[in-house]
């Protein structure tokens, strides 16, 4: 018989996670507040925010792998953090001048298509949206991303002129992005375009060929946290969640695939990460404990996913 995992989640070593998991399992709302109180004490905020100076930014590019003030604004949001908090603005200002910049701004084009990492301005977008941190300044992002869609409904970065598919990784959190947008502003234009992107993983069943049915990448079949900018089965489903296509029966062969490696504890592992867990600022670590990886091995983060 498979245990139940929510207990451990509601008791978890980060207080903050515990509220997320009351707000969102248990549909219960938790008081601005406790969830200020919360995000003080966890580690993950603290490790992540720690290397904040005097002037409240971070002295790396913001898309430093992964410690710029680009990852911490992103992870953040994924974890529930408290939105409106006024010593973040460092942080965004940072962001915003980094993605709104004519050199960030200046996108090559290839047989009619753009190509670009849109993985940058979509995370950008859905963390300022979901922070509190938005001004009128994040229309240029949403618009962008709508201008520089593909005509099968997504993004790509390739620069190969025969490239004309869009990337599972360029694609989704342009999506996540744009649906933060059309929740906070109401653009209609955010919502079609989401639903164009949307697309893009439903008529592949979120992990198959649509030419031979088989998997695209055995990496889309494995569990990971955090997800920075790559793709799997469980962002995928995440974010198909937010814009409330979970239902879409397209989606149950990537619901049966989460299910199948579900533990006996009743959570869910990090199989690998993208990651390295290091303090030394080394490219591609992070400051932040994640639970840790093991197939046989509950990660909390996963699990409350």
């Not at 720690?50 to 994924?78: N, Q």
């Not at 990784?169 to 992005?177: A, D, N, S």
Request: proline share 7%; with cysteine; charged share 20%.
């Amino acid at each position: 018989m498979t245990a139940d995992p929510l207990p451990a989640l509601l008791h978890t070593a980060d207080p903050l996670l515990g509220c997320r998991v009351h707000a969102q399992l248990l549909n219960e709302s938790v008081p601005p507040e406790e969830l200020r109180a919360a995000a003080a004490r966890s580690p993950v905020v603290e490790a992540l925010l720690s290397e904040r100076g005097p002037d409240g930014g971070i002295s790396r590019h913001p898309y430093a792998k992964f410690t710029g003030a680009h990852w911490v604004l992103v992870h953040l949001a994924e974890l529930g953090y408290p939105p409106g908090d006024e010593s973040l603005i460092p942080l965004r200002e940072q962001e915003l001048d980094w993605l709104l910049s004519p050199k960030q701004q200046h996108k090559i084009v290839l047989e009619g298509r753009v190509r670009t990492c849109a993985s940058m301005e979509g995370n950008g977008l859905y963390a300022l949206c979901e922070l509190g941190l938005a001004d009128e300044r994040i229309t240029q992002l949403a618009e962008g991303l709508a201008a520089w869609q593909w005509p099968d409904g997504g993004w790509n970065c390739d620069r190969h002129a025969a490239a004309h598919h869009a990337s599972f990784h360029e694609t989704i959190t342009p999506l996540r992005g744009l649906l933060a947008y059309y929740r906070l502003c109401g653009d209609e234009r955010a919502r079609t375009a989401a639903e164009r992107a949307a697309e893009v993983f439903l008529k592949r069943s979120l992990l198959y060929r649509q030419s031979d049915g088989k998997l695209i990448h055995p990496s889309f079949a494995t569990l990971h946290y955090p997800s920075f900018w790559h793709y799997d089965l469980l962002m995928g489903l995440k974010v198909l969640s937010e814009g409330g296509w979970l239902g879409d029966e397209r989606c149950r062969p990537a619901l049966n695939l989460l299910a199948s490696k579900r533990l006996p504890d009743g959570g869910f592992p990090a199989e690998t990460a993208w990651h390295r867990t290091a303090a030394d600022g080394r490219s591609n670590s992070s400051r932040a404990h994640w639970g840790g990886t093991g197939k046989g091995r509950m990660n909390p983060f996963v699990t409350a996913d």
